[in-house]
């Protein structure tokens, strides 16, 4: 067995961390863009409630009372690091504050995370763990010129704990991932596809009528049976033959993932990761460069032993959370799991994993659409766009969830109700900043459940939202109409 610590071509992990950086940039871009609806202090989000229902998520760089000028500075110096981290200027201590800043904001707008932010934040963990920025450098070529920069890095090489303790991390990911959907009712009867692209979470959920319900079935029985073979990609050994049409499937799923559903950071850090089990076979085959020879270090490194702690406590985590938790998906998807100490202590450091994704079709599987009418003075009705006031990006959904009861985190119902008047409030005030003289508006939420009898949508049942009126730019909302 090759010892943990022998060394590995240093090149793929420089691969890996330009194309991780790649995905970081337009992450954190995009929070940059959404900061005004969920990071500002008068947006969506009431951040002064959500940290008194939700302490732990005070552990923070973010605090209420801060300026909104403050969370656009922090996601512009990402998007700064992120650059700093493809180029290979420092990439670990930006990488650093890319983690820093990442856990800050799933903190800080707990209410809209889901698997991106999950995904992100250990992905720029792992760039600081992993030991790269010895390779594909900006520095090395403006300092060496470009044939010898690269002459240097078809031979250099790294440790290889960090790497291969991180291939686990990404190992458990998958089967984790694929196990847990064998609990599944709907992965099961093969459904649960068909119902996550009804959903608004996809990118054209009108697009997947019945006549899709075939295909879809088939695709939906593939994924579960492939999902957790896509583990073995991590533990194989080099040559080994079916890595190739493991990675063929797995960049058909993740692609179809990230293609139809609004998930697409998450799916592209994960691809991006493929580069690494793949490092030997990119070195010999497609390089031509012989295996390194170098002997295996006599002791491990602080940031190695940090990578060994921070898998092991993962590990313990999904333990925990299969023996404790079941399908109890409230309980699963509380901010915290004080209750569970390896979630206490990972959520501390800034951790938050779950790994089981796409589980949750079988009680989350909810269709929502909104509508909208103004209602003139002589009482006239006029039917509005809907998306002016409750837009469609994956985040805009998730805090919709809490508008129906669809709740993502676990609280008690007077939690809740404080929450759902808390985002009626402060989408209406959003509709009138943007309609100043709007009227009386009028909001009716059509809510039903997509399983496989109900793929069609039309059963669904109307449940009076709010009421609210708009005059210079402010809005009175009637909790009476």
């Known amino acids: 067995m090759t010892p943990l610590t022998t060394p590995l071509p240093a090149l793929p992990l420089d691969i890996a961390r330009i194309l991780i950086g790649g995905v970081l940039f337009f992450y954190f871009l995009n929070a940059l863009r959404q900061g005004r609806d969920f990071s500002d202090p008068d947006g969506l989000i009431d951040h002064r409630l959500t940290t008194r229902l939700l302490p732990p998520t005070r552990i923070s760089l973010f605090q209420p009372g801060m300026p909104g000028v403050l969370f656009r500075a922090v996601h512009l110096l990402a998007c700064a690091a992120a650059l700093l981290v493809v180029v290979g200027y420092h990439p670990r201590t930006a990488a650093l504050f890319l983690f820093l800043a990442a856990v800050s904001t799933y903190r800080w707008n707990v209410l809209v995370a889901y698997l991106d932010d999950a995904m992100i934040h250990i992905f720029c963990l792992w760039l600081v763990l992993l030991p790269t920025g010895s390779t594909l450098t900006l520095p090395s070529i403006l300092a060496n010129g470009w044939n010898a920069a690269a002459a240097d890095w078809l031979t250099a090489t ?65 994924a579960l049976f492939m999902e957790p073979l896509f583990a073995l990609i991590f533990v194989l050994p080099t040559g080994s033959l079916l890595k190739w049409p493991l990675l063929a499937g797995a960049l058909v799923f993740h692609l179809g993932i990230a293609l139809t559903l609004k998930i697409p950071y998450s799916n592209a850090v994960m691809l991006a990761a493929m580069v690494i089990p793949f490092g030997p076979e990119i070195m010999q085959g497609a390089l031509g460069v012989a295996p390194p020879e170098g002997v295996a270090a006599a002791g491990l490194a602080p940031l190695e032993w940090a990578a060994i702690v921070l898998v092991a406590l993962i590990a313990v985590n999904l333990v925990w959370e299969a023996a404790n938790t079941g399908l109890r998906l409230r309980e699963r998807y509380s901010s915290t799991g004080w209750d569970n100490p390896a979630r206490a202590l990972l959520w501390t450091v800034g951790i938050f994993q779950s790994y089981r994704l796409f589980d949750w079709v079988d009680e989350r599987n909810y269709h929502v659409r909104f509508e909208v009418t103004a209602i003139a003075d002589n009482g006239d009705l006029s039917p509005l766009d809907p998306d002016a006031l409750f837009p469609r990006s994956m985040r805009h959904l998730l805090l919709q969830s809490y508008l129906v009861g669809n709740i993502w985190l676990r609280m008690s119902p007077d939690k809740l109700a404080a929450v759902r008047r808390s985002l009626l409030e402060r989408h209406a005030r959003r509709y009138a900043r943007l309609h100043p003289d709007a009227g009386t508006i009028d909001v009716v939420a059509v809510v039903q459940r997509v399983t496989k009898v109900n793929l069609e949508l039309t059963q669904g049942e109307r449940r009076p939202l709010m009421r609210f009126t708009c005059r210079a730019g402010e809005a009175m909302v009637d909790w009476e109409g």
Do not use: Q
Not at 167 to 173: E, I, P, W
Not at 204 to 216: D, G, H, I, N, V
């Open 158 to 222: 790294v440790p290889g704990t960090a790497p291969r303790i991180f291939l686990a991390n990404m190992a458990l990911v998958y089967l984790v991932a694929g196990a847990y959907k064998f609990m599944s009712p709907m992965w099961r009867d093969g459904s649960a596809m068909h119902a996550a692209l009804r959903m608004p979470i996809a990118r054209a959920p009108e697009f997947w009528t019945l006549r899709w319900r075939t295909p879809l079935r088939l695709v939906t029985r593939a």
